[in-house]
T-cell receptor, first 118, second 118 residues
């Protein structure tokens, strides 16, 4: 079945370090890919998304490219800040007939905790 | 952007009592909403799909008589934890998919409700 595999954390970095969080997926149909971020005690916020192969999603300095050939959607940031400390979730949506949304639940990876120190 | 709210944000109750959690879409209509449960330092576990005007669809292993879901209107879904016990203590999160065309099933998440059962 459809699934998301995300690198295990926690990831501990110093401020201004380079960040990579790996995410790979298995999917049938036409997957869309998302990164969500969860700050302590809060719900999930969409960080970025990509809806077709070779799309690059970007937001707040974070980037991820939808690689169909490697079934990956790795999250990267060139210089992390303390305020980036949070849990990051990779998620997948598979719709049978794009681009119409079918209202299905997202499939989440297990989440990666990022801790950035100054 | 669209907002999904949850109420209450936290609740403490005695064992054996029932607790109702509300999930509202504030500026869009949601015929479908999803309820998740999140344990500490873990990913989101889909509990059920809430459908406006029809019965909720529960995931395997989720007791439908314990977790009552009512999708009363196009902007409101409620989750009632009946006869709560300490093992029901958790972080409950709802989400609703975007309804505009070409949204690729992007979801808006509520801020979550922390339930503690004593």
């Amino acid at each position: 079945g459809d699934s998301v595999t995300q690198m295990e954390g926690p990831v501990t970095l110093s401020e201004e370090a380079f960040l990579t969080i790996n995410c790979t997926y298995t999917a049938t149909g036409y997957p869309s890919l998302f990164w969500y971020v969860q700050y302590p005690g809060e719900g999930l916020q969409l960080l970025l998304k990509a809806t077709k192969a070779d799309d690059k999603g970007s937001n707040k300095g974070f980037e991820a490219t939808y690689r169909k050939e490697t079934t990956s959607f790795h999250l990267e940031k060139g210089s992390v800040q303390v305020s980036d400390s949070a849990v990051y979730f990779c998620a997948l949506s598979v719709l049978p007939n794009p681009p119409y949304q079918a209202g299905t639940a997202l499939i989440f990876g297990k989440g990666t905790t990022l801790s950035v120190s100054s | 952007g669209a907002v999904v709210s949850q109420h209450p944000s936290w609740v403490i109750c005695k064992s054996g009592t029932s607790v109702k959690i509300e999930c509202r879409s504030l500026d869009f209509q949601a015929t479908t909403m999803f309820w998740y449960r999140q344990f500490p330092k873990q990913s989101l576990m889909l509990m059920a799909t809430s459908n406006e005007g029809s019965k909720a669809t529960y995931e395997q292993g989720v007791e439908k008589d314990k977790f009552l879901i009512n999708h009363a209107s196009l902007t409101l879904s409620t989750l009632t934890v009946t006869s709560a016990h300490p093992e029901d203590s958790s972080f409950y999160i709802c989400s609703a998919p975007r309804t505009d065309p070409y949204s690729y099933n992007e979801q808006f998440f509520g801020p979550g409700t922390r339930l503690t059962v004593l």
